[in-house]
Each structure stands twice: as structure tokens, then as C-alpha cells.
């Protein structure tokens, strides 16, 4: 330990006999740099935040009374804040700009209207995978671990209804059957379900809501902002941390729109999150996704898609009224062809609760086990 930690720590101690309060080992960047509302407003969040038991360090413009780096640009406070990590200065960070590498997302945090739950976004910026469906799998690995290292132990876990969903649940269920943790929760509406609706949303159905970055991009704008007419983000805690597989860094992000108290909030929720071992919770619920075939499970998405290269001919029509669903919406076409190639006639069609395949009477059971045993239900 160098001679500045031994006096960060002596310092830590005598704070801590003066106010009586235990001081963690933490310190939190902050960048004041590039908000639209103004550097005063970022100031004004670290200042509310301030606490006897963390640290807080401001990159950009100095404040009074804070350590402070200057820096002006996304690039150099992407490379102040790189350097502090590195050094082992500060263990989180909360910042409107960072450059995240391909497989590392941030999961979100929101308060939803109905009762004022607390809903983790997973995720809202970033890229986990540029394939969708692998990046919602690992989305809901990502939220699983910021809500443990927020206290959740058992975290509930939904599937927004959106394309790609169907296939992601059942890849998730194939982990959990493989020994991975997963708590799924249920739909309030009449058919129940882990996949969920704006509806579940609204009221706070589950701990963890799974999407893709750029869908919950726009949900933790909507829900932060309604109130303000859209451009000043009252509520909230942000865009969340950073995390990834072998990924070490606890990067917090806010919009350039958010206003103080979601900064201030975003500040409290770096401090949980590292206080709760967020890096050291990451590392070891990857290695149990692994350990459940994590790998294999993604890699059998891309062996799905070359299962149905050849279209099949279209079978003599016939009269189709029964239904079946439960099928993805970019595999419906996919589920239609795999039905033809048994001669069986069957259409895609959209109903209220997604894409389905309608089927004759007489060809529905057999259908079904069709479908069944290729995977697509």
C-alpha cells in the first residue's frame, strides 16, 4: 500500500471517531462535464449526495471541498476516469459518456407509477450481444446481478413482449433447468406468464424487466421524464452500471437530460451497488450461467438459424381455425415452413397476445407435436 492509501485510510479512520460513523472504502467519480442543464445541476446532485460513508471525486470542472480532476471533452473524462480505475483511486463511477466494449451493458433503475416499485432495466445502454435474442439471455444474467448486489436475494425476473421474447424465455429456462437461478415471474393479467406487458410495467410486476438496450433505453427515458414534459428527468436512478462478462468496472451512466435528483440517486445507487460486491457477484453468477451451459445455449441460437434454409411447398389450403402460439415472431415464418415440410397447410397470424400458427381442425395435435419436438414451442 503506498504512502497516499495509508493516509486516505488513517483519514477514513479519524472520520469515522469523529462522526461516529464506520466510512466504507469507497469513492465515487462523479463528471460534471457535458449535462444540457448546466454543470451547476451536476454540482448540485453531488452536493445532496455528499455522505459520511463514501467518497466523492468530481472529474471536470473542480468543485469546492471535493477532490477534483480537471478534464473537458467525453474523451478526456473517459480517460481521467480510465486512469482512477486503473490505479485503484476510485471503485465506481457516475458519468453522462464512457466507452463501453461489445458484451458490457448497464442495467437501469427505475420507479414505477403505479406503487412506486423499484424496477431494474435490463438493459438500457450498451450492446451485450448484436444478435438480439444472445443479448436479452445475457441482459437477464446482468440484471439478476445488480439487483443481488442491491439486496435482492431472490430476484424476480420478466421478459418484456417484444420480438425475440419467446425464444429468449426458453433459453433462460433451459439455464435454469441446467441448474442456473432464476426466479421468473408471473403476468398479472388473466393469462399470466413470464412475458410481460406494459401493463406489468407500469405496475411493478417484476424485479427485473429483461428487453434489449434500446428498448429499455427508451423506457428509463420515458419513466424518468414524464413528468417534466420530456426534457428534464426527474426520477429514477439512471441508466445503471456496467457489466459484463470479465468485466471489472462499475460505470454508472445518466442522461445528459437527467436532473439533480437522478444524479443524486444514481450516486446512492454506485455506492449500494459496489458496497454490495456488484464486480465480485458478477464474476461468480457468469460462472454458474457457464457451469449451466451458458455458452451452448447461445450457440444454439446460430444452429437454429440455418435449421430452415430451403423453403418447403405450400401444401393444398385448406380451412384454418385453430390456433397456436406461444411461438416467436422471428420464428414464425420459420414454424410455418417446418409445417409444410410435413404437408401440413398452416398460416402465420398476429392475435392479441402475439404471433401464432393457425392450423385445420384435423391437423392441430399433430401440428403441435411437430412443433414441439423442432423446438418452436
Given at each position: ?67 477534483s480532476y480537471e478534464a473537458c471533452g467525453d474523451d478526456q473524462v473517459a480517460k481521467v476516469l480510465e486512469d482512477l480505475f486503473n490505479r485503484g483511486e476510485i ?287
Amino acid at each position: 500500500m503506498d504512502k497516499k492509501k495509508i493516509a486516505h485510510s488513517i483519514m477514513n479512520i479519524a472520520d469515522s471517531l469523529e462522526s461516529g460513523v464506520l466510512k466504507d472504502n469507497i469513492k465515487i467519480a462523479v463528471t460534471n462535464f457535458g449535462s444540457e442543464l448546466g454543470v451547476d445541476n451536476v454540482n448540485d446532485a453531488i452536493l445532496m449526495a455528499k455522505s459520511p460513508l463514501f467518497d466523492i471525486v468530481v472529474v471536470g470542472t473542480p468543485l469546492e471541498g471535493f477532490e477534483s480532476y480537471e478534464a473537458c471533452g467525453d474523451d478526456q473524462v473517459a480517460k481521467v476516469l480510465e486512469d482512477l480505475f486503473n490505479r485503484g483511486e476510485i471503485q465506481a463511477a457516475v458519468t453522462m459518456h464512457y466507452p463501453f466494449p461489445i458484451g458490457v451493458s448497464t442495467v437501469g433503475k427505475i420507479i414505477t407509477p403505479a406503487f412506486g416499485n423499484e424496477i431494474y432495466l435490463a438493459t438500457t445502454t450498451g450492446t451485450t450481444h448484436a444478435k438480439r435474442e444472445k443479448a436479452m439471455i445475457l441482459n437477464a444474467i446482468n440484471g439478476i446481478i445488480v439487483a443481488k448486489a442491491n439486496g435482492v436475494e431472490n430476484p424476480t425476473l420478466g421478459i418484456l413482449n417484444i420480438e425475440g421474447a419467446v425464444t429468449v424465455e426458453k433459453k433462460l429456462r433451459q439455464l435454469k433447468e441446467n441448474g442456473f437461478d432464476i426466479n421468473f415471474a408471473s403476468s398479472k393479467r388473466s393469462d399470466g406468464g413470464s412475458l410481460l406487458r406494459g401493463n406489468d410495467l407500469v405496475a411493478g410486476v417484476p424485479h427485473i424487466l429483461v428487453c434489449d438496450s434500446l428498448t429499455g433505453n427508451v423506457l428509463v427515458k420515458t419513466f424518468a421524464s414524464y413528468n417534466s414534459g420530456g426534457f428534464y428527468e426527474t426520477t429514477g436512478y439512471g441508466y445503471g452500471p456496467s457489466v459484463g462478462q470479465n468485466y471489472d468496472k462499475a460505470v454508472f451512466i445518466v442522461s445528459r437530460a437527467s436532473g439533480a435528483p437522478v444524479i443524486r440517486n444514481a450516486i446512492s445507487y454506485a455506492y449500494d451497488s459496489v458496497k454490495g460486491g456488484l464486480v465480485d457477484i458478477s464474476k461468480s453468477c457468469y460462472e454458474a450461467a457457464r457451469k449451466a451451459n451458458l455458452d451452448e445455449i447461445l450457440a444454439s441460437l446460430d444452429e437454429k438459424a440455418s435449421d430452415n434454409q430451403v423453403l418447403a411447398p405450400m401444401p393444398e389450403k385448406e380451412i384454418v381455425t385453430q390456433a397456436i402460439g406461444g411461438i416467436d415472431i422471428l420464428e414464425i415464418e420459420n414454424a410455418v415452413q417446418a409445417l409444410w415440410a410435413e404437408k401440413i397447410y398452416a398460416e402465420s397470424a398476429m392475435g392479441c397476445t402475439g404471433p401464432m400458427v393457425m392450423v385445420s381442425d384435423g391437423n392441430i395435435e399433430k401440428a403441435k407435436e411437430i412443433l414441439e419436438n423442432k423446438g418452436y414451442i
